[in-house]
């Protein structure tokens, strides 16, 4: 299932999770767009419940985006203790974190310039269908 594309001040992308194989998405990076496959959802609910979106770059799996770390969609975030299943996601909107660290990065993608970082942004979880999530994000970030 193709992904609905965001916009953003540098970046945006959307996207669907499926349960067998992963999903896709497509990232819009100053005007150019790149696709991701092998995207997976990751939660734990509870107290410190989080969420992790992931998903490999598509045009080049095997490069590196910058040298040692591979490319693609890495989001996560915090989720609120009253989430306790899927379903519960169906029209959340929640911000995601980016820990600049060195070794993490929100978009890295061959061709891209190097790795972004999160300012500020959000993934909205639009619509939930069993075990597949379908999600968008926007936000400011930094190269």
Do not use: W
Not at 41 to 55: E, R, V, Y
Not at 56 to 64: I, S
Not at 85 to 94: F, I, K, P, T
Not at 108 to 120: A, D, H, P, Y
Request: hydrophobic letters at 35%; glycine letters at 20%.
């Amino acid at each position: 299932m193709a992904g609905s594309v965001g916009h953003a001040r540098r970046g945006g992308c959307g996207g669907s999770v499926e349960e067998a194989g992963g999903g896709t998405a497509t990232a819009t990076i100053a005007g150019r767009t790149f696709e991701v496959n092998n995207v997976e959802m990751n939660l734990a609910f509870g107290k410190d419940g989080s969420f992790q979106i992931g998903g490999d770059d598509a045009a080049n799996p095997d490069e590196d985006c910058v040298p040692g770390l591979g490319g693609g969609l890495a989001l996560y975030g915090g989720l609120p203790d009253s989430i306790t299943s899927l379903a519960d996601l169906a029209g959340l909107e929640l911000p995601f974190e980016f820990s600049g660290d060195g070794d993490d990065f929100n978009l890295c993608f061959v061709g891209s310039n190097g790795l972004l970082g999160v300012e500020t942004g959000t993934v909205r979880f639009t619509a939930v269908d069993g075990r597949n999530v379908t999600f968008t994000f926007s936000g400011s970030f930094i190269l």
